[in-house]
């Protein structure tokens, strides 16, 4: 054990117990969202449940949790998504009942009910096809969409008809929606935010790990990994690689992708944003190129890999790219940008990027004293525990807390 790893340790336990109550852990600014998996009881019971894991004596406080975010009427209707309602809930619940071999009962009815909302979006999302209307962001993305679906059904059952059926799905989504059609099959309508068409003429792109098309190539190159293979499989991994590499930019440091794209900016092919943003997981240039490591790994492109590898060490090499990160949070902070590192870093052809690892983990350690804690896993301290666990361990989670950004 290294001379930090005690300290990263210690970092993580402080969050932790002071998350032991959930009565304790809200206040007037805080309000309980019990099954938010995002920002709620739902990420809190995941955090204590990868304690549990090494840790028997935790599972006590990880059942409060548990149950804290089950409470009320669950959700199972058309908003139900990996972050929200009975699939976050079964994602929690596979992670205990894999632990402690108990929960079973309850996981089978999560698993029903999480089934039943994957058929109904998809049966959606089809028939808004073949109606040849462009999607919403909320169709297809990993916070919201099919793809986060897909990411707890590759994880519990890789094999099962479901698996395959969302693989599907994204790959007649990279297909162009009609003859001809210059953009692609994710183009969207709307603003990245949900802005509507007036504000976003002609819609937009998105790059995005967590709401673009990046979670899909994630876990089109993931499922393939483990031997799942759909039809139009690899071209549906090639066309989103080519599509990035159109919008790929040059930079001193290394090469970075846009956040989005208007229709104009399509239509003239040139990008407007200036240069790289923050680098993060949700939407900055560490979460696709993690993605695109993934698709290179999954399709033996070498030239891809070393691509991903070296954008990403270009934000890490670059002080203007890293003076970005603000705030310690998993979607766009310093706990998102040092646990994207260290997936990569494990499947790297060399270890340039895991030489960095103790800087990013200084950085973590820096944006936590600046910011209140909170029981956030994307915006929070909930997050940066989870990472500074790995961190400290330089273990894959016990969990796989982390296969809901789809960083592995």
């Known amino acids: 054990m290294s001379r930090d790893q005690p300290e990263l340790a210690a970092l993580a336990e402080n969050i932790a117990a002071g998350l032991a109550d959930p009565e304790a852990a809200y206040t007037s600014v805080h309000t309980p ?58 994602f929690l619940t596979r992670a205990a009942a894999k632990a402690t071999g108990g929960y079973r009962q309850a ?33 297809f993305d990993l916070l919201r969409g099919l793809t986060g679906l897909g990411a707890h059904h590759l994880l519990r059952t890789p094999e099962s008809p479901l698996t395959i059926e969302v693989l599907g799905y994204l790959v007649r989504l990279t297909q162009p929606l009609h003859h001809a059609d210059e953009l692609p099959g994710w183009w969207v309508e709307h603003g990245p935010t949900g802005q509507p068409p007036a504000d976003y003429p002609g819609g937009h792109g998105n790059f995005g790990m967590a709401h673009g098309i990046t979670g899909p190539l994630a876990l089109l190159a993931l499922a393939r990994r483990r031997g799942i293979d759909v039809d139009g499989h690899t071209e549906a991994i090639t066309r989103i690689c080519t599509w990035l590499d159109t919008w790929q930019q040059p930079h001193p440091a290394g090469p970075w992708w846009p956040r989005t794209i208007t229709l104009t900016e399509a239509q003239s092919q040139h990008c407007d944003q200036p240069g790289p943003a923050q680098p993060s997981w949700c939407y900055g240039t560490p979460g696709i190129a993690r993605a695109q490591q993934l698709a290179a790994l999954a399709i033996n492109d070498t030239a891809r890999q070393h691509t991903a590898e070296k954008a990403l060490l270009g934000c890490l090499n670059d002080p203007t790219q890293l003076a970005r990160v603000i705030d310690p949070s998993l979607c766009h902070g310093a706990a998102g940008l040092l646990h994207t590192t260290w997936r990569t870093a494990t ?27 909170n029981v956030e896993l994307l915006e929070g301290s909930v997050g940066a525990a989870l990472a500074l666990t790995t961190a400290a361990t330089n273990t894959a989670p016990w969990s796989k807390w982390d296969s809901c950004l789809l960083l592995a």
Request: overall charge neutral; proline content about 7%; glycine content about 8%.
């Open 107 to 139: 996981l089978a009815a999560l698993e029903v009910a999480t089934d039943q909302v994957t058929r109904l979006r998809l049966s959606a999302a089809h028939a808004r096809i073949d109606r040849g209307e462009r999607p919403v962001l909320a169709e």
């Open 33 to 90: 969202r019990p099954q938010s998996l995002a920002g709620g009881s739902a990420g809190v019971a995941l955090l204590h449940i990868e304690r549990a894991f090494t840790r028997p004596e935790q599972w006590a406080t990880a059942h409060t949790w548990l149950s804290a975010a089950s409470s009320g009427d669950l959700n199972g209707g058309p908003g139900a998504c990996l972050f929200y309602g009975v699939p976050a809930l079964a």
């Open 347 to 373: 499947d790297a052809t060399n270890d340039q990027l895991a030489h960095h690892l103790p800087t990013l983990t200084a950085l973590l350690r820096d944006r936590l004293t600046t910011t209140p804690p």
